[in-house]
């Protein structure tokens, strides 16, 4: 079946940790995404990539980084940097332009 | 720049009563505005989509929106809830110009009470 997978589902990290989040698709869609959601405050970009290579900001990149090396793959890491790390984390991806987002099932990350 | 408002976070309605959910958006370029709906624990999935055709756009599930543009508006309807509507609903506009990405309003989530 084709779709979007994120991994893992939960994901602990310990104070000045730095911990990466999977997102695999085989949809074969150029642009992919990362949101995080916050009850209360919907989705908010972190960083997306329409092409392999690259990359550009979101509304609220700072304290993570990604990387788009594959077309299938676009790992997210958050970094120590980043101080208030609990959410819930999506992955979506598109054919091109953001015309329909098709989304993973989420990561849970919490703070230990 | 381009935003979107979600007027009321909770909406409470009995089973086949009218649904009405909310969505004001702001845009510099004719908008993209997008519905999504997300059960608990999972991703999103699209409800339905404008993109500048017809003005009433029907989605899945029975739900409709329709784009006013002088009310700058794309509210979100279904004649009848089912118990199975219950979820959060996320109203949604395409970033800027290049349409690269999407800004999500803070969404409403929906009761049914039987």
């Known amino acids: 079946d084709g779709g979007i997978t994120q991994s893992p589902k939960y994901l602990f990290r310990k104070e000045g940790q730095n911990v990466t989040l999977s997102c695999e698709q085989n949809?074969?869609?150029?642009?992919m995404y990362w949101y995080r959601q916050d009850p209360g405050q919907g989705l908010r970009l972190i960083y997306y990539?329409?092409?392999?290579?690259?990359?550009q900001k979101g509304d609220i990149a700072e304290g993570y980084s990604v990387s788009r090396e594959k077309k299938e793959s676009f790992p997210l890491t958050v970094t120590s940097a980043q101080k208030n790390p609990t959410a819930f984390y999506l992955c979506?991806?598109?054919?091109?332009?953001?015309?329909?987002?098709?989304f993973g099932s989420g990561t849970q990350l919490s703070v230990l | 720049a381009q935003s979107v408002t979600q007027l009321g976070s909770h909406v409470s309605v009995s089973e086949g009563a009218l649904v009405l959910l909310r969505c004001n958006y702001s845009?510099?370029?004719?908008?993209?505005l997008f519905w999504y709906v997300q059960y608990p624990n999972q991703g999103l999935q699209l409800l339905l989509k404008y993109t500048s055709a017809a003005t009433l756009v029907k989605g899945i599930n029975g739900f409709e929106a329709e784009f006013k543009k002088s009310e700058t508006s794309f509210h979100l309807t279904k004649p009848s809830a089912h118990m199975s509507d219950a979820a959060e609903y996320f109203c949604?506009?395409?970033?800027?110009?290049?349409?690269?990405?999407?800004?999500f309003g803070s969404g409403t989530r929906l009761q049914v009470q039987p």
């Open positions: 990539s329409q092409i392999v290579n690259d990359f």
């Open positions: 845009s510099s370029v004719p908008p993209y």
């Open positions: 979506a991806s598109s054919p091109g332009k953001a015309e329909k987002l098709f």
């Open positions: 949604a506009v395409s970033m800027d110009t290049g349409r690269r990405a999407l800004t």
């Open positions: 949809l074969n869609h150029d642009a």
